[in-house]
């Protein structure tokens, strides 16, 4: 089998950390791979290892028959990535970042414009195309990232947790991108929480757990030596030791809720005290007529509170009519506020 990256007891350690613990990984060419694992686990450090952003504190890697060590220009040539935390530059625009990815890249300028096109329409970014990276939301920059990843036409993909906070529109249309490309001879490495997608594109897992490689292969042959029938989460939950994993009792939160269920129940209590006072009108106010808004003057009246006539309550902080006031003033606060 043609392997698109490999490596022999790859290890990571930050300190007296071991964040990466000697992994054997073996992605096929062609393959979807999800590389799974809780919070923690080691997924980030491992690709960040493997694309250059880190250096590994030792084992070896290759990738698509190219050692890093030797050549890691040849290897970035060939490989694109998304890392966990992106790395734009804040003050280009999203099309001039594109235009430096694919300079640095050396794209001809036909093909860079022709390739910055279809991928900011498939991303829904066209339109913002022309802001800067700094204004965009966290989704728009995961879309950006991708968009820069896939620009040189990469033969290997590196995904951190690509689908996070991105909407199901685009969701989709990546799927079905990064499907085609593997299709196409691509090779994509995959991280993502959300089991479903990695349940619906991948064709390979890997999983990690403290740093350690607990299971890898076809997806199919984790199926079948798990008992048939299990969902990825299943699978998932078991590989890491979780699938017994119980909630605390926590009462402190339980007595919180109830609580907050009873202070609920005596607030609704007090607006329907307060409204039986407003749906009282004062002596003063009429009624307009049906025909005339606002009266029979046809000018509008100006609103007032209604008085309270007991006493009590006029006092008490927990009267209605404080709480109709108090709403009063809210209303006064979302007026929009005056320029000067
Ligand atoms: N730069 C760093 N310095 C020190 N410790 C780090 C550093 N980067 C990661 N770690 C630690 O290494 C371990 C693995 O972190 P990593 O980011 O690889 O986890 P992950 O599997 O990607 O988790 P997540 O699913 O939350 O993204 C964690 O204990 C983390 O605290
Ligand atoms: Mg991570």
């Not at 499907?179 to 990695?198: A, D, K, P, Y």
């Amino acid at each position: 089998m043609e392997l698109a990256l490999e490596t022999r007891a790859l290890r990571k350690t930050f300190g007296d950390l071991v964040a990466v613990d000697g992994i054997d990984l073996a992605v096929p060419r062609g393959s979807f791979y999800g590389f799974l694992g809780p919070n923690g686990a080691g997924k980030s450090t491992t690709i960040k290892c493997l694309t250059g952003l880190l250096e590994a504190t030792s084992g070896a890697t290759r990738i698509l028959d190219i050692d890093p060590a030797v050549d890691p220009i040849g290897v970035k040539q060939r490989v694109g990535v998304v890392p966990e935390d992106l790395a734009l530059f804040e003050r280009l625009t999203g099309a001039e970042t594109l235009s430096f990815v694919g300079r640095v890249h050396g794209l001809a300028p036909a093909a860079l414009r022709e390739r910055a096109r279809d991928l900011l329409e498939l991303m829904s970014l066209a339109q913002a195309a022309g802001d800067l990276v700094a204004d965009y939301s966290h989704g728009m920059r995961k879309k950006l990232a991708l968009a820069a990843a896939l620009l040189p036409a990469p033969r290997l993909l590196f995904l951190d947790e690509p689908f996070e906070g991105v909407d199901a529109v685009a969701s989709r249309q990546i799927k079905e991108l990064l499907s085609r490309f593997v299709q196409g001879g691509g090779t994509v490495f995959l991280t993502s929480h959300i089991l479903e997608i990695v349940e619906r594109l991948c064709d390979h897992l890997g999983v990690i757990h403290r740093g350690k490689l607990v299971a890898q292969g076809p997806m199919a042959d984790l199926r079948a030596g798990t008992g048939v029938g299990k969902t990825l989460e299943a699978i998932f939950l078991e590989l890491v030791g979780a699938e017994k994993a119980s909630l605390p009792a926590m009462e402190w939160l339980r007595s919180a809720a109830t609580s907050s269920s009873a202070s609920r129940a005596s607030r609704a209590s007090s607006r329907r005290r307060s409204s039986s006072c407003l749906s009282a009108p004062p002596p003063s106010f009429s009624a307009p007529s049906a025909s005339t808004p606002g009266g029979t003057s046809g000018r509008r009246e100006p609103r007032r509170a209604p008085s309270c006539s007991s006493p009590a309550s006029s006092s008490s902080s927990s009267s209605p009519c404080r709480s109709s006031s108090r709403s009063a003033a809210r209303r006064k606060d979302r007026r929009p506020a005056r320029r000067d």
